[in-house]
């Protein structure tokens, strides 16, 4: 018997037909003899529709009350599934964030876990009862107040529900197969990965993978729980996002030592660039520009400092950012371009971000010429670059983001013998 965390998404409970379904499916892994605890999100575009219906009777909602608001999301689908099983003859329980014991800081629509006190799920276990919590809601002790986890927070609801039961498995659905070597949607040859490590998983999940979430897989990292994402509309096995040292029984033998040199390549189109021109090439400009930067909010990700012409001394500094955070910055830096001195901005949000990810990298040299020479063959120009140990990104032409990532997916010999298969899936 093992004590199986289950996770559906909003498109997994889309309706009463998709409830059933999904209710079927947790009733079989209760019948097949383990404890299941389900960590279940709101229907469909529920939590769009209930933002929307917000920013309609005003237009910056008060956090507390929005936080009201999305919860109820899915106080509606942890019922229904209750019911839905209880009419297949088996004793389910619903519980909310706070109940279940999910404990988070104060911030409103962005709460992080802090801490998870289960009582009331072992005693309902205990009791043999399936258990159902209400995915991306908690509760903070000071404010008494509920909060929740941020857009997409049922997946870290489901992996610190799995962590805090000392679960054997959180199994993610949702309606792909699984973790794929790019999106099938921009690269058809891309395949279902069997398995993939958790810290290149957190780099796919960085640089642009949606399947699942960043703070899911950081919290499964730190706590050792093992993921499978697998998909709602299918019984075949999906992927698992391990950690090879912990989970040895599924890696297979030899390639416990021997990583894949690459597991993946990830795609983003949701940076944009902006460059300072003009910088006067003295100590302590970078510090000043980038310190405006990050009080206005806006989260850097790549930058790169050309060398100063001579006859001016002067330099340019392009960094990019998430679009959304763009005006913000730039509003902030104009606001100062006396003070720090430079001649001007310029704000470019049609660029795209390709990334190449494997902890074989390491070990394995040559990993970073193959990707620039297949780039070079199709003849795309590279805008930026950066690394870090187990991942090289570049900075392209958004127009030009498909083409390459299926040209360097070939390249590094990641291509299936088939299409895939693509589901209109959101991995939602
Ligand atoms: N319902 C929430 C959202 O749509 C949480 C989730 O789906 O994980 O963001
Ligand atoms: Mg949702």
Redesign the pocket.
């Known amino acids: 018997m093992a004590l199986i965390v289950q996770k559906y998404?909003?498109s997994s409970v889309a309706d009463a037909e998709s409830i059933k379904r999904v209710a079927k499916r947790i009733v079989d892994a209760r019948r097949a003899g383990h404890e299941v605890v389900v960590a279940v999100?709101?229907m469909g575009d529920?939590?769009?529709e209930l933002l929307d219906l917000a920013q309609q009777v005003a237009p910056i909602p008060a956090p507390r009350e929005l936080d009201m608001l999305?919860s109820s999301?899915?106080r509606i689908s942890m019922a229904l599934l209750a019911m839905a099983i209880h009419s297949m003859g088996f004793e389910a329980r619903s519980f909310t964030g706070s109940q279940a014991g999910m404990i988070t800081d104060a911030t409103h629509g962005a709460a992080r876990i802090v801490d998870v006190t289960p009582i009331r799920l072992r005693e309902a276990l205990d009791e043999g009862a399936i258990v159902i919590v209400a995915?991306?809601q908690g509760f903070n002790r000071d404010t008494r107040d509920i909060t929740t986890l941020?857009?997409?927070?049922?997946?870290t609801t489901a992996v610190a529900l799995a962590a805090a039961l000392s679960a054997d498995v959180c199994e993610i659905y949702s309606d792909v197969d699984g973790i794929f070597t790019a999106d099938p949607r921009v690269v058809p040859k891309a395949r279902k990965l069997s398995r993939v490590s958790s810290e290149e998983m957190l780099e796919l999940a960085a640089n642009g993978a949606k399947v699942l979430?960043i703070r899911a897989v950081e919290y499964a990292r730190r706590h050792g729980v093992l993921i499978h994402a697998r998909s709602t509309f299918s019984s075949s096995e999906g992927t698992w996002v391990l950690d090879r040292s912990r989970h040895h029984e599924l890696v297979p033998e030899g390639e416990e030592m021997e990583e894949p040199i690459v597991a993946g390549v990830a795609t983003d189109l949701s940076q944009a660039k902006i460059t300072v021109i003009g910088v006067p090439d003295v100590p302590g400009k970078a510090a000043d520009i980038f310190k405006i930067v990050a009080k206005s909010g806006a989260n850097v990700d790549m930058i790169v400092q050309n060398v100063s012409a001579a006859a001016t001394s002067r330099t340019d500094i392009s960094f990019t950012l998430p679009k959304t955070d763009a005006t913000t910055a730039l509003k902030a830096l104009a606001a100062e371009q006396s003070e720090v001195g430079f001649e001007n901005l310029v704000h470019d949000d049609q660029i795209g971000k390709l990334s190449v990810v494997g902890a074989g990298m390491r070990t394995h040299s040559g990993v970073s010429a193959t990707l620039f020479e297949a780039l070079s063959l199709t003849g795309v120009n590279i805008e930026m670059i950066s690394t870090s140990e187990i991942r090289i990104s570049v900075v392209l032409r958004g127009d030009d983001l498909a083409e390459a990532a299926r040209v360097v997916h070939t390249a590094y010999g990641l291509d299936g013998d088939t299409d895939a298969t693509v589901h209109a899936g959101t991995g939602?």
């Open positions: 998404g909003g999100s709101a529920t939590t769009d999305l999301g899915e995915g991306f941020g857009r997409g927070g049922s997946d979430y939602r």
